[in-house]
Each structure stands twice: as C-alpha cells, then as structure tokens.
C-alpha cells in the first residue's frame, strides 16, 4: 500500500467539509465556482481551503490572481492564503509549463499534491475536480471519506449528456451528491426538472453574468459580482440544502 495515503488522511484531519466541485465537461465554469465559492464562504467566517486539482487545465490561480505567490515548507507544504482563502495548485511547481502526463502521471502527482499539503483546521475545503470521473476523481472518492460532489452543468444538451453519465457513475459507486447547480442561465432554459429526474438534489441556478471577466484576477472585484450574488444565495438558500 502507498504509504501516501495514510499521510493523506492525516492532513485532512482538521477538515471538516470537502466538496468537489465536478462536472461532464470542461468550459462550462466549474473552476470559477470552485473559487467564487470558497472566496464567498470566507467572506462569511468559515476557514476554506482551495485546491486545483484540474491538473489538464489549471486556472484557479488565475481567478484569485494569485501569480507571484508560493506556499512555504513546514513540516510539508503550507498553502499561501489569498483573500483569506488558502490556495494549492500544481501550478506552483509547473509555473505555466504543460504538464505533459499520462494519466498514470496524472493519478501519482494528484496523490503526492495531496500527501504534501497543510491544511491544518478548516471548515471547508473546496476541490476542484477535472471534468468526468476520471483516475484523479477516482483517487479522491477513495481517499476521503467526507467527500460530497457539487456538479456544474450548463442548459447545453452536449454538456446535460455528460453530467448524467457523471452523476450516474457517482450514483453507482454511492458517492454523496451535495447537489447540481446550473451555470450561465439564460432566460427561461432551466434544466431542474431533469435533474430532479434522475433523482439528486438541484442546488440552483447562477444567472449569466457578461461582467464577470473583468473580474477575473482579482478577488475583491469577483465579489462583487451577480456571479458571487448568486453563490451566496445558493449557501443560504434552505435548512435541507445548507452548506
């Protein structure tokens, strides 16, 4: 056995909640969520972590700007806190290089990130996920037991395939599904009544919002924004589905 893996268990001690955020596809902004959300939970007085985990497309450091920051070795590595949100991301060893893996390699730099890492105590650590459920996704549902998934998806029919071929496999490995949440709402396209079809919770609905890009960098103007707006009102929105 991976001497790893017990290492990694204990780094999560001190974590009470772990939600990764995943979804079919990528593009369909399951890494601005990952950060709107952790920067909107410590906003509201909980201790979050962040971990990008989306080794194929890293970008959680581009949302929190966090270009020009390192973690620091103590006894393993201690993430940097932007925003008051503590930040771990393969990017700090590959900078803007490609990381040109198999998945294999993939799967093994997952669990070195994840046995090195210092969270110390939080209240929430949010991951997030490549898209599909793939070796790393795999690696996570084994690792930790208080994992729960928190899907994107988007009105798309291309991208609703995919989600239900993710929400599937979740189901059949029974995995905890904290809910669905459908990014980039226009008008009246709502895809609840599907999800509550194939029987998971639907979180809710973050409306399109044309100015987030220019938001983007900087976690004081993100926010601001009716992208954050509706985070928040999805964390407050009922007693049953309370994060």
């Not at 001690?13 to 990764?20: E, L, N, P, T």
């Not at 795999?138 to 994992?147: N, P, Q, S, T, W």
């Not at 509550?196 to 004081?220: C, N, Q, S």
Request: charged share 25%; glycine share 10%; net charge positive.
């Amino acid at each position: 056995m991976d001497p790893r893996i017990n290492v990694i268990n204990k780094r999560l001690a001190g974590v009470k909640k772990i939600i990764a955020v995943s979804g079919g596809k990528g593009g369909i902004g399951k890494s601005t969520f990952s950060a709107v959300l952790a920067l909107t939970l410590s906003k509201a007085g909980y201790k979050v972590g962040l971990m990008d985990l989306d080794f194929w497309g890293p970008s959680g450091h581009v949302l929190l700007g966090a270009q020009g920051i390192s973690p620091v070795e103590d006894k393993g590595i201690v993430p940097p806190q932007i925003n008051g949100v503590k930040f771990m991301s393969i990017i700090y060893y590959t900078e803007d290089k490609t990381l040109a893996l198999r998945r294999a390699g993939f799967d093994q730099a997952a669990i070195e990130l994840l046995a090195v890492t210092q969270w110390g105590a939080l209240d929430y650590l949010i991951m997030d996920m490549p898209p599909g459920v793939g070796d790393v996704t795999l690696d996570v549902i084994r690792f930790m037991e208080k994992v729960k998934f928190c899907i994107i998806t988007t009105h798309s029919k291309v991208v609703m395939e995919t989600v239900k071929k993710t929400l599937n496999i979740l189901k059949q490995l029974k995995i905890p599904i904290f809910g669905v949440v459908q990014n980039m709402k226009e008008k009246n396209l709502s895809v609840e009544m599907q999800i509550k079809r194939l029987h998971v919770p639907f979180w809710g609905k973050i409306d399109f919002d044309a100015e987030l890009e220019g938001a983007i960098g900087d976690p004081k103007k993100l926010l601001e924004t009716k992208f954050s707006k509706n985070v928040n009102k999805l964390i407050h929105k009922d007693s049953r589905n309370h994060i």
